[in-house]
């Protein structure tokens, strides 16, 4: 049985934050494998416009190129959006039932973690681990057994920062892997 984290996104793009999150989880955290869910329509983002699906998918497997243990999945493109977090594990359980599954999400969702739909059944049957992030605006009650707030590395970079940079023309090197600003530049992403 491989333990393997979830970590869920809509990668719009992917930054070095991500990839160094996902590595620190598979060093420090037991993971065999980390998968980096790519989800098309964030319950919670119904209104942003986002880059096409398969375009952030593509920039997911460039930056995740030299890494062996940390995969991409496009599971939630067959589904029906927006996504919701039960629906996929629920999938995910089903097509790959010898493993464990465990939830990897950051502090600033916790202000909307008793809104995704079924949260009960969540914390009933997966372990989920809170990463620090700066952008919470209040703090939950924590004191459910399956909710792990743990003490990763502090990532301060955002899609958001890199996306509004890149439309001023700012320099966003070191934010990124240089391929995926590659792909960027040369697609013309975000402007």
Not at 117 to 145: A, C, G, Q, V
């Amino acid at each position: 049985m491989k333990n393997i984290g979830l970590l869920f996104g809509s990668f719009n793009p992917i930054h070095n934050g991500h990839v160094s999150l996902a590595n620190f989880f598979i060093n420090h955290r037991n993971f065999n494998q980390i998968w980096l869910v790519v989800s098309p329509l964030s319950p919670f983002k119904k209104n942003q416009i986002i880059l096409d699906k398969y375009e952030r998918l593509d920039m997911v497997k460039i930056a995740i190129k030299p890494f062996e243990n940390i995969f991409a999945s496009d599971i939630e493109f067959k589904m029906k959006t927006p996504s919701y977090t039960i629906d996929t594990l629920n999938k995910i359980k089903k097509i790959y039932p010898e493993n464990s599954f465990s939830i990897i999400i950051g502090e600033d969702n916790l202000d909307n973690l008793k809104k995704w739909k079924d949260f009960n059944l969540i914390i009933e049957d997966y372990k989920i681990f809170i990463y620090p992030r700066n952008f919470s605006k209040k703090n939950i009650d924590l004191n459910i057994n399956s909710i792990d707030k743990i003490k990763a590395p502090f990532i301060d970079v955002s899609s958001t920062y890199i996306r509004e940079s890149i439309k001023k023309n700012k320099k966003i090197d070191g934010l990124l892997s240089p391929d995926v600003l590659n792909q960027i530049k040369k697609k013309k992403f975000y402007l």
